[in-house]
């Protein structure tokens, strides 16, 4: 079955165009039916981010979630990785995340987590897809069957202690200055509180959401302020997530921003001396440095890649036994503690790992040389997908001129109108040459599609 709302990511638009209240109370009569089940009373539990449409969407998901029978417990704005820890903890049939992760507050999203805790299977998001088909009409509860709703306090608190936990009791953060940007969204209480109670001094910024600022210039896709703070207040660390706190960027003492790739490597290698990986390698996606698989082999560790998206990289993680993974984009996923990326839990893994060395974050996080990498984005307006095969001949003699080592990547976003194009290789020069053409190849494509009445531009 084709997919018609699942993305890589759950369900994901505009806000009160493509997702709209009416399409929210669908989903939710759907995914409530689906997983129903049993005699006792079905239960759901429903975090959001910041975003104005998050109240919208979520009264709409109340009613129903409730119209199908299913109690519903509403934790407020709370991280996604919250939102998976707790559906477990709480003993709840289904999870749901309000949130369009590291987005603009105009777009939003619904991510779905089953009962494990893990984000839904695509067998489970086609069922739920089935019952969403036109003229498919919900079982609805009867008069005494509907479901209730109340609010739940303490869950922050909760997922702090959670997320404490994933250290070790000596570990202490005391004499450490940390600037923490919360991109004002989902982790804007739970993370400077869980910074400052391991001992951090704590330096805030992007906490105070209003509704529309959310991802705007703060936050791990936009951590230049951050930068800017660490060095203002000589600060040891700086840390940015986004805006549902799932993926996490840091910032060194100098200034310098560092992805996944690095955190990944870190996390790799402590865990590998202390006896803590489950199998010899880490699972990453085909956007991950070449620098970084060139490390963990020099320490002996392997580096298998997946397609781009954290569920493709858990699912690996989950069928071949590996217990780090994650994305360059600050998705890392430590499956011994979590079910899903988790951005306070890795930043407490690297801010631990700088308090027990005697070197800067600079030094501690800096394990390989990336390859010169580019990447830019073509933008599609109006949902439009430019037919990817009219590349093939372009993308093939661009590989051959990168030679072998270098890795050329081309693809449709899962949750942006956007292609993405990325080259690697040792020749920056060449590296921009080559990933410019092609993106002058999908203007190309997207003039012609214009003419057709779907226009395509370039992302800024």
Partial sequence: MDRRYFGTDGVRGRANEILTPEFALRLGQAAG?????????????????????????????????????????????????????????????????ISASHN?????????????????SDAQEIAIEALLAPGCEPKL????????????????????????????????????????????????????????????????????????NINRDVGSTAPRALARKVLELRADLGVALDGDADRVIIVNEKGQVVDGDQIMALIATRWAKEGRLSRPGVVATIMSNLGLERYLGGIGLGLERTAVGDRHVLHHMRSHGFNVGGEQSGHVILSDLSTTGDGLVAALQVAAAVAASDAPASSVLHLFDPLPQVTRSVRLEGGAKPPMEALDDLREASAKRLGRKGRLVVRPSGTEPVVRVMGEGEDRMLVESVVDEICARLRAMGAQMRDAGEPATEAA
């Fill in 33 to 97: 039916s689906e997983f129903r089940r049993g005699d006792h009373r079905n239960r759901v539990i429903i975090g959001k981010d910041t975003r104005l449409s998050g109240y919208m969407i979520e009264t709409a998901l109340v009613a129903g979630f409730t119209s199908v029978g299913m109690d519903v417990l509403l934790l407020g704005p709370i991280p996604t990785p919250a939102v998976a820890m707790l559906t477990r903890a709480m003993r709840a049939d289904l999870g749901v995340m």
């Fill in 104 to 120: 603009v507050f105009s777009d939003n999203g619904i991510k779905l987590f089953g009962p494990d805790g893990y984000k839904l």
């Fill in 141 to 212: 509860a009867g008069a005494g069957d509907i479901g209730r709703a109340r609010r739940v306090d303490s869950v922050q608190a909760r997922y702090v202690e959670f997320a404490k936990n994933s250290l070790s009791r000596d570990v202490s953060l005391d004499g450490m200055r940390v600037v923490l940007d919360c991109a004002n969204g989902a982790g804007y209480r739970v993370a400077p509180d869980a910074f400052w109670e391991l001992g951090a001094e704590v330096i805030t910024m992007g906490v105070e959401p209003d509704g529309f």
